[in-house]
Nanobody, 116 residues
């Protein structure tokens, strides 16, 4: 069983930055891809960013392109989400996700609140 633990959320003013971290209890190479999702109140959970384990290719939601960057540190089994130029509409609970053919794993989530 793999555990994913997020950290780095908090309250920030619009235009500010935060860096989220997702620490895995085992090697992140066991996942085909690692990603960040978010869920705002009353909305469905949506993919924010994802990074593959084979070629490190990335993909982003249109709403965060140019502002957010996903990266990984394989030695630390950690995936990061650097969030710049934050907007109030980025307010949500952010979840770390590890995807494998056999299924997927989720962290417990970390709250990000952006004030206007």
């Amino acid at each position: 069983q793999v555990q994913l633990v997020e950290s780095g959320g908090g309250l920030v003013q619009a235009g500010g930055s935060l860096r989220l971290a997702c620490a895995a209890s085992r090697s992140i190479f066991r996942f085909n891809a690692m990603g960040w999702y978010r869920q705002a109140p009353g909305k469905l959970r949506e993919l924010v960013a994802e990074i593959s384990s084979d070629d490190y290719s990335t993909k982003y939601a249109d709403s965060v392109k140019g502002r957010f960057t996903i990266s990984r540190d394989n030695a630390r089994n950690t995936v990061y989400l650097q969030m710049n130029s934050l907007k109030p509409e980025d307010t949500a609970v952010y979840y770390c996700n590890g995807r494998r053919l056999a299924g997927e794993y989720w962290g417990q989530g970390t709250q990000v609140t952006v004030s206007s």
